[in-house]
């Protein structure tokens, strides 16, 4: 995958995403799972094409870009309002959530620039892309799950 089809992606990922969150949604089990499958499915493919290039450092650099961005995924799971309905469990991000979702994106762009600082010409940071995107929303949709498990709300059975 191009850089720029993948960026592309990702900003068209993360607007659908951002912007469900700030409306709000029902939370069903399509939805947590399906976009971070999708997401990491691609990010594992686009990685594998180049992996074999990266060095050990870029190697390092890309694990403690993924532990950061859980990190922010799990911590904006926990700042979303979850609220019972008569269809199910609902989400509706708070400013908090978008306030993490501006430093996580923040933090993966400068790590684009950290890592094309530190080794350039290399494509692995540009691979990633789509899997620390993935990453973030899978901790995110994680911590929800949990969140709704100890709530004993069900989950939606139909998305909005």
Same mark, same amino acid.
């Given at each position: 995958?191009? @850089?720029?089809?993948?960026?592309?992606?990702?900003?068209?990922?993360?607007? !659908?995403? =951002?912007? !469900?969150?700030?409306?709000?949604?029902?939370?069903?089990?399509?939805?947590?799972?399906?976009?971070?499958?999708? /997401?990491?499915?691609?990010?594992?493919?686009?990685?594998?094409?180049?992996?074999?290039? $990266?060095?050990?450092? %870029?190697?390092?650099?890309?694990?403690? %870009?993924?532990?950061?961005?859980?990190?922010?995924?799990?911590? !904006?799971?926990?700042?979303? #309002?979850?609220? !019972?309905?008569?269809?199910?469990? &609902?989400?509706?991000?708070? $400013?908090?959530? /978008?306030?993490?979702?501006?430093?996580?994106? @923040?933090?993966?762009?400068?790590?684009?620039?950290? $890592?094309?600082?530190?080794?350039?010409?290399?494509?692995?940071?540009?691979?990633? =892309?789509?899997?620390? =995107?993935?990453?973030? =929303?899978?901790?995110?949709?994680?911590?929800? &799950?949990? #969140?709704?498990? $100890?709530?004993?709300?069900?989950? @939606?059975?139909?998305? @909005?």
């Amino acid at each position: 995958m191009s @850089a720029v089809l993948g960026i592309l992606i990702g900003v068209v990922v993360l607007v !659908r995403v =951002i912007g !469900r969150q700030v409306t709000g949604s029902l939370v069903t089990q399509k939805s947590l799972v399906l976009m971070p499958v999708i /997401l990491l499915g691609l990010g594992v493919a686009s990685l594998s094409s180049v992996v074999h290039t $990266a060095s050990t450092g %870029e190697l390092a650099f890309l694990a403690l %870009e993924a532990v950061v961005v859980l990190g922010f995924g799990l911590a !904006r799971g926990a700042t979303v #309002r979850l609220t !019972r309905t008569d269809q199910g469990l &609902y989400q509706k991000g708070t $400013a908090a959530t /978008l306030v993490l979702w501006l430093l996580t994106i @923040a933090l993966r762009v400068g790590t684009s620039f950290a $890592a094309a600082a530190l080794w350039p010409g290399s494509a692995v940071s540009r691979a990633a =892309i789509m899997l620390t =995107i993935g990453i973030t =929303i899978g901790a995110q949709n994680a911590m929800v &799950y949990r #969140r709704a498990l $100890a709530m004993n709300v069900p989950l @939606a059975t139909q998305s @909005a």
